[in-house]
C-alpha cells in the first residue's frame, strides 16, 4: 500500500493540474446529479415495525376518515384579554384559507369544537330535565290509569249485581238486552285502560333506555371533562389541520406556506404552529460553524506559520466536503433522507478533511527542510503519512458502516453518508493535496525555513523515561476524573427533541410553552389508544365497552383527560385520545406508555379487549428504546473490532487492551458529560440548554462509532512512533517519550481542529443537531488530550517491555502491517 501511494503522490506532484481539474469534474457532476435527482428531506425519525407504527396502520384502516398527518396551531391574544368576537371570527376566517390549501384535508376552529364540547355536556342536561319531565308525564298517566281501574271494578260490581237481581226477579230475559249493552262499555273501557297501560309501559320502557344511554354517555362525556380547547380565561386557543398524507409525507412546501401565513397573523392574535408543522429541515451552516471552521484556520496558522500551508488543508477539506455531500444527497429522491442524515458527514468531512490534509502536509514540511526534492518529498509524504491516513480513516469507515447492523435505517443511512464523506476526505488528502502541495512548490515553507534548507542539525529527543511514581499518579487520577464526569450517565434517559428543546424565539417553542401553561404539558403529547373489541359491539354494548376502557384508562394517576374518538364502522375497534399529565420527554409519559399497554388485555363482560398505543410521544419512546437496545450490541461490536485492529497494527496484546480500556473510559466520560448538560441542565447557559430533556435518542450509537474510529486515529499516530523507538533499540520507557514527543505537536493541532469544528455545531439553530457537535467535541477533548497523551504513555511506561509481549504462534500467522510506510521510508532516504 505504502508503495502504491507514494507513485499515487508523485503522479498527482507531477500532473497537479490534471488531479486539480478531476477534482473540479467529480464536485460540478455530484452537482448535476444533486440537481436532477435531489428529492424531499423530512425532518421526522421513525423507525419501522415498532408497536406505534402497527397502531397507526391499524387507525388508517378503520378510521379512514381520521387519516393523515395532524399538527396543531395555537392562538394567543397579544392583549392578555379574551378573544373577542372579531377575533374569533378572523380565526375561523384563517383556518378556512389553510382548509382551502392543496394537501389540507380540513382545518378545525376551537372555538366550533369548544362550543360542540359545551353543547354536549348541555345536551346531557337538557336530557336529564326531559327525562325527568317524561317520568312526571308518565307518572300522571299512571296516575290517571290507577284512578279509573277502582271506578270500572265498581261499576262491574254494580252491574254483576243488576244481572243477578234481574236473574232472581224472572226479569232477566227482559232486561238482558239493556245489561249486556252496559257490559259492553265496560268491557270497552277496561281495553281501553289496558292499551293504555301497556302503551304507558312502553313510553316507561322506553324512557328508561333513553335514560340509561344519556347516563352512558354522561359517563363517557365526563371522561374528558379536563380537556379544552379554549384556555379557562378565553385568552388562548388551540386549531387543528389535518392532512391528506401522512404525517411524514406532508408536502414541506405546506408547511412552509402554513409557517409563513402563520408569521403575517391575525389583527389582536399570534399564531404559533406546534412543532408537527414549524419542524423543517435546519440549516446546517451557520455562525457557530464558521466560527469553528475559524478556529482550526487560526490553529493551521500557528502550527505551520504561512498563510498557504493553514488554507491548503481547509480548501482540501472542502473539496471533499463539496464532492460528498452533493454525491450523497443525489440520491435524496431515492432513499428516505432525514434532516440530520448528512449531518454526520459534514461534521466529519470537515473535521478529517482538515486533519487527514494536515497530516501530510506537515510530512512534507520536514522532508523539504532536510534537503528532499519537492516531488520526492511529496510521494515520500504520501507513501507514509498518507499510508497512516488510509488506515486510521479506514477504522473511522468500517464503524461507521458497521452502524447498519443496528437494524435501524435511518442510523445506518446515516452511518453510510458518513463513511462516505471519510472516504472521500481520504481520496483528496492523498490525491488533491499532494498535487496542491506541487502547484505551491517550497512556498509551503516560510522565507527563514527555506534559507535554512539543508542544515540538519540534530533533533533533541527524550534520553529519560518518565518518571514511574508521575506514572501511577497520572493513571490513577486520570482514571478517578474520567470516572466523575461518567458517572451522571448511570441516569441517562433517551429521548427525541420537542418543541421546548427549539429556540425560545421559534413558534415551536412559544406554542408548546403556551400549551403547556394554560392547557396542561400533556396538551403537548397526546396519546391515542386503539381497543379490539372481542367481537362487534353496537348502541349501549358499545357505549358500556367504551366506558370500561375509558374508566380503566383514567384509572392511572399519569392520566390528565380521556376523549372518546368513535368506533370503527364495523363495530370491532374503538380509539380514544389520553392526555398525559406530563410533557413529551418526562418519565411519567414514558411509564405511562407502558402502563397502557400492560392493561392489555383488558377484561370486560364481553370478554378480553386488546389494547394499543400511538402518538407522537409513544413513537419517540419506541424510537429510543429500540436504539437503547442496539447500542449495547454496537458497542460489543466496535470493542471487539479495536481489539482487532490494534493487535494487527501494533502486534502486541496489551497494547490493543489499554487503547480500548482508554476508549471505552473516555465515551463513558463523554455520556456523563451529555446527561449533566442536556438533561440535568448543569452550565446550561454556557451551551444554551434552556430547557433540559433527555439525551438525543440516537446519539450514543453515533458517539460509539465517531470516537471509536478517531480514538483510533490518535492512538496510531502516537503508538506508532512508540513501537518505532522500541524496534530501533529504545528501551521501552524511553521509546515511550520518544513516539509521545515525535507525534505530540501534530496530534494536538490535529484535535484542536477537529474540536473546532464539532464545537461550531454546538451553537446550531437545530436541537437534534446541538447535542451531536457537543458530545463529538467533548469525545474528542477526552480522548486525545486525557487517554492518548496523558493515561496510554502512563500505562506504556508501566507495563514496560510486556506491553509489547505477543505470542510467537501468533506472530507467524498475523501479517505485518507497515502502517507508517517505514520500510518505504528506508528505501527513500532524505538528500
Do not use: C
Not at 469534474?25 to 452537482?31: E, F, K, Q, Y
Not at 428516505?336 to 478533511?353: D, H, K, P, Q, R
Not at 389520553?578 to 418519565?587: A, D, F, I, R, Y
Amino acid at each position: 500500500m505504502a508503495g502504491l501511494l507514494y507513485r499515487l503522490g508523485r503522479f498527482s506532484a507531477r500532473r497537479h493540474w490534471t488531479v486539480i481539474v478531476a477534482w473540479v469534474v467529480i464536485i460540478a457532476l455530484a452537482g448535476v446529479g444533486f440537481s436532477l435527482f435531489k428529492g424531499t428531506i423530512s425532518s421526522a425519525i421513525s423507525i419501522p415495525g415498532t408497536a406505534t407504527e402497527q397502531v397507526q396502520n391499524e387507525l388508517s384502516d378503520k378510521f379512514p376518515k381520521a387519516s393523515g398527518g395532524s399538527g396543531s396551531i395555537v392562538f394567543e391574544t397579544t392583549s392578555g384579554k379574551a378573544f373577542t368576537s372579531a377575533e374569533k371570527s378572523d380565526i375561523k376566517s384563517w383556518l378556512g384559507e389553510v382548509a382551502d390549501m392543496k394537501g389540507v384535508k380540513s382545518a378545525t376552529s376551537p372555538f366550533t369544537t369548544q362550543a360542540q364540547l359545551e353543547d354536549g355536556k348541555q345536551k346531557i342536561v337538557d336530557g336529564r330535565t326531559a327525562i325527568d319531565d317524561g317520568r312526571t308525564q308518565l307518572a300522571d298517566a299512571q296516575d290517571q290509569i290507577d284512578a279509573a281501574e277502582p271506578q270500572l271494578e265498581a261499576a262491574q260490581k254494580q252491574l254483576d249485581g243488576a244481572v243477578a237481581a234481574a236473574k232472581a226477579s224472572g226479569s232477566y230475559s227482559v232486561a238482558k238486552a239493556q245489561l249486556d249493552g252496559q257490559q259492553a262499555i265496560l268491557d270497552g273501557q277496561q281495553k281501553t285502560i289496558d292499551a293504555n297501560q301497556a302503551k304507558l309501559d312502553a313510553s316507561k320502557k322506553k324512557l328508561e333506555a333513553q335514560s340509561t344511554t344519556l347516563e352512558l354517555n354522561s359517563q363517557l362525556l365526563d371522561l374528558s371533562s379536563n380537556i379544552r380547547f379554549v384556555s379557562k380565561d378565553g385568552t388562548s386557543a388551540v386549531g387543528s389541520i389535518q392532512f391528506t398524507t401522512g404525517t411524514y409525507e406532508v408536502d414541506p412546501d405546506l408547511k412552509t406556506a402554513i409557517v409563513d401565513k402563520s408569521a403575517k397573523g391575525v389583527d389582536g392574535v399570534r399564531i404559533y404552529p406546534t412543532s408537527d408543522i414549524a419542524q423543517g429541515v435546519p440549516s446546517i451552516v451557520g455562525p457557530g460553524e464558521v466560527v469553528g471552521v475559524i478556529v482550526a484556520a487560526i490553529v493551521l496558522l500557528i502550527m505551520l506559520s504561512t498563510i498557504i500551508g493553514a488554507v491548503l488543508p481547509l480548501l482540501s477539506a472542502i473539496v471533499g466536503l463539496a464532492a460528498s455531500v452533493l454525491g450523497a444527497m443525489a440520491f435524496s429522491g431515492l432513499v428516505e433522507f432525514n434532516s440530520v442524515t448528512t449531518v454526520l458527514g459534514i461534521m466529519l468531512g470537515l473535521a478529517v478533511g482538515i486533519d487527514y490534509s494536515l497530516f501530510i502536509l506537515n510530512r512534507h514540511r520536514k522532508q523539504l527542510k532536510q534537503g528532499m526534492d519537492v516531488h520526492e518529498s511529496i510521494g515520500l509524504a504520501n507513501g507514509t503519512s498518507g499510508n497512516a491516513v488510509v488506515f486510521a480513516g479506514s477504522t473511522v469507515i468500517v464503524a461507521l458502516l458497521a452502524l447498519n447492523v443496528t437494524g435501524i435505517p435511518f442510523l445506518g443511512l446515516m452511518g453510510t453518508v458518513g463513511a462516505v464523506a471519510v472516504a472521500v476526505a481520504i481520496l483528496v488528502a492523498i490525491s488533491f493535496t499532494p498535487a496542491m502541495l506541487s502547484l505551491v512548490g517550497m512556498r509551503i515553507l516560510r522565507k527563514k525555513e527555506r534559507a535554512a534548507i539543508g542544515n540538519t542539525a540534530s533533533t533533541r529527543v527524550p534520553n529519560a523515561p518518565m518518571k514511574s511514581w508521575r506514572a501511577v499518579a497520572t493513571l490513577v487520577l486520570g482514571v478517578v476524573i474520567l470516572g466523575v464526569i461518567a458517572l451522571p450517565a448511570m441516569q441517562m434517559r433517551l429521548g427525541l427533541p420537542d418543541g421546548s428543546s427549539e429556540a425560545t424565539d421559534s413558534s415551536q417553542y412559544k406554542a408548546y410553552k403556551t400549551l403547556e401553561r394554560e392547557f396542561g404539558a400533556g396538551q403537548n403529547s397526546p396519546l391515542v389508544v386503539v381497543a379490539d373489541l372481542p367481537a362487534k359491539a353496537t348502541d349501549d354494548d358499545l357505549l358500556k365497552q367504551e366506558i370500561t376502557i375509558g374508566k380503566a384508562l383514567t384509572s392511572n394517576s399519569d392520566v390528565a383527560a380521556v376523549a372518546p374518538i368513535g368506533a370503527s364502522s364495523d363495530g370491532t375497534v374503538v380509539a380514544f385520545q389520553v392526555v398525559p399529565e406530563g410533557g413529551p420527554s418526562s418519565e411519567s409519559t414514558e411509564t405511562l406508555v407502558h402502563s397502557l399497554r400492560d392493561l392489555s388485555p383488558l377484561t370486560s363482560d364481553a370478554g378480553d379487549i386488546t389494547l394499543g398505543v400511538a402518538g407522537n410521544a409513544s413513537a419517540n419512546i419506541d424510537v429510543s428504546e429500540k436504539l437503547a437496545n442496539a447500542l449495547p450490541i454496537y458497542l460489543v461490536l466496535v470493542v471487539g473490532l479495536s481489539l482487532l485492529i490494534l493487535i494487527l497494527v501494533f502486534r502486541s496484546i496489551l497494547v490493543p487492551l489499554t487503547a480500548t480500556a482508554g476508549f471505552v473510559l473516555s465515551l463513558l466520560a463523554t455520556f456523563g458529560a451529555l446527561t449533566a448538560v442536556y438533561q440535568f441542565g448543569w452550565a446550561s447557559a454556557l451551551f444554551g440548554v434552556h430547557d433540559p430533556a433527555p439525551i438525543l435518542s440516537f446519539l450514543p450509537v453515533i458517539e460509539v462509532g465517531v470516537l471509536f474510529g478517531l480514538a483510533m486515529d490518535y492512538q496510531l499516530f502516537l503508538v506508532s512512533g512508540m513501537r518505532e523507538a522500541y524496534a530501533h533499540g529504545a528501551p521501552a520507557k524511553i521509546a515511550v517519550q520518544r513516539g509521545l514527543s515525535a507525534g505530540r505537536a501534530v496530534v494536538t493541532a490535529a484535535a484542536i481542529i477537529m474540536i473546532s469544528v464539532f464545537s461550531g455545531f454546538i451553537f446550531s439553530e437545530s436541537s437534534t443537531i446541538r447535542p451531536i457537535g457537543f458530545g463529538l467535541a467533548f469525545g474528542v477533548l477526552l480522548d486525545a488530550f486525557v487517554v492518548r497523551m496523558l493515561l496510554i504513555p502512563a500505562a506504556m511506561h508501566l507495563l514496560g517491555k510486556t506491553a509489547w509481549w505477543f505470542p510467537k504462534w501468533l506472530d507467524r500467522i498475523v501479517p505485518d502491517v507497515d502502517v507508517e510506510g517505514a520500510k518505504l521510508e528506508r528505501s527513500h532516504p532524505a538528500q
